[in-house]
């Protein structure tokens, strides 16, 4: 049983690294299915009132609540899976959640690129995506992370991955990285 989670800065690689799970058939349970699903739950609207209810779960719960609330999701998709990868983990807090829960299953990975490439890279993105970035630079993203605990959650990483190459090149490293018992039991 492995629980891979994945930290990393805005446009570093995270959703890439998502869909190489999906394709090598390991499920994927990010902290946004956490916070739809707690939507529904209270009958509000999926589309509107996310940012709303990701608020009020931190104000209600602390900074751990939304990582607390994936551990049900996990335990189910270990049930048929031996691997799950978690995405969207902000914050050391929330790092200490997957360890008390997982111990030495929990395999935490970095991924990792210099500002001016991401900022290529989300730049890209938003013009493929008719994304908004609602005016916030790269780096006011960055600082806002950040403040959360990204920081403390990339140090503590078992594994940095370096995403500096081709999207082909780092596709092959996540790939090999999920799928190679040895890298992921780093922290045994
Ligand atoms: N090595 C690469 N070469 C070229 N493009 C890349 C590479 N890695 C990622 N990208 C592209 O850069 C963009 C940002 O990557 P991705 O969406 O995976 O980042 P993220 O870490 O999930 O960002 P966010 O936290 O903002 O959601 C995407 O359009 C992705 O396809």
Redesign the pocket.
Known sequence: MHVIGTV???????????TVAREAGIPVVTMGDVVRQETADRGLDPTKDHGTVAQALRDEDGPTAIAERSLPMIEDRLETHDTVLVDGIRSDDEVAVFEEAFGETFTLVS?E?PAEL?RE??E??GR?ADEADGGESVEQ?DQRELGWGMGEAMAEADVVVE?????E??HERVRELLTTDDELRVNR
Do not use: Q, V, W
């Open positions: 990393g800065l805005p446009g570093s690689g995270k959703g890439e690294a998502a991924i690129a991401r890279r989300l890209s993105r493929d993203r995403n500096t190459d081709t999207l090149a780092f």
